[in-house]
């Protein structure tokens, strides 16, 4: 099983809906962000989170919002969502030793929204 | 905010050439990582640096840390078609304790086409 999984991996839905898309890990690590990817663009982070009561806006977070329901879980919503939020949605995690794995994020597969 | 310049942005190769590319950041990086994305995937972790000047392999990839430690790059050398991919590299920028603390920076990606 892998160990960071996102639901739904792929997405279609219209201006103006209301979408969430999930993350959970089973790696244990206290640490997780989402990121966008556009091409050209790279990986851009929208929110992240070190611990369950630890939530912080990352580069581009207007548009969006984030639920960390667990120390496993932690889940991204667009509340009106718009065409320029098409793009590919990754989660990560990461471990907050205060070491040199701090800096290693482990990624999951994506999601793929597109909002028409 | 931080820039991050990742080039060439794309490569055509032909099988068992070797292939560069590199990463060059407008301020201080005290790590640098090289990710590999596989279509359909989420990026994985392939080389981690954090030293300036460090040198380190992972089978016929070798990535450096700029004695700057603004820059660096990644050479793949005899490459496969299994190499196909796009390849990001990431920086942190603050030290341990401080805000940026586990926030990685990403490169805007190489995408790498390996023929036959």
């Known amino acids: 099983d892998a160990d960071v999984t996102q639901t739904p991996r792929n997405r279609i839905t219209k201006t103006g809906k209301r979408i969430m898309l999930e993350c959970s890990q089973t790696?244990?690590?206290?640490?997780m962000y989402w990121y966008r990817q556009d091409p050209g663009l790279g990986l851009r982070l929208i929110y992240y989170s070190f611990d369950v009561k630890d939530i912080n806006k990352g580069e581009i977070s207007d548009g969006y919002s984030v639920s960390r329901q667990a120390q496993a879980k932690f889940s991204l919503s667009l509340e009106s969502a718009i065409p320029n939020q098409t793009a590919l949605y990754f989660c990560?995690?990461?471990?907050?030793?205060?070491?040199?794995?701090?800096?290693?994020?482990?990624f999951g597969p994506g999601t793929r929204l597109t909002v028409l | 905010g931080q820039q991050l310049n990742q080039s060439p942005q794309s490569m055509f190769i032909q099988e068992g050439e070797d292939v560069s590319m590199n990463c060059t950041s407008s301020s201080i990086f005290n790590t640098w990582l090289w990710y590999k994305q596989d279509p359909g995937e989420g990026p994985v972790l392939l080389i981690a640096?954090?030293?300036?000047?460090e040198l380190t392999s992972n089978g016929r990839l070798t990535a450096q840390f700029g004695i700057t430690r603004k820059d660096s790059f990644l050479n793949i050398s005899a490459s496969i078609p299994s190499d196909v991919g796009i390849y990001f590299c990431?920086?942190?920028?603050?030290?341990?304790?401080?805000?940026?603390?586990?926030?990685?920076?990403f490169g805007q990606g190489t995408i790498l086409t390996v023929h036959p």
């Open positions: 990560a995690t990461g471990v907050g030793d205060g070491g040199r794995m701090t800096d290693t994020q482990y």
């Open positions: 640096l954090y030293k300036a000047g």
């Open positions: 990431a920086g942190r920028e603050g030290n341990a304790g401080g805000t940026s603390y586990g926030k990685l920076t």
């Open positions: 790696k244990g690590h206290d640490r």
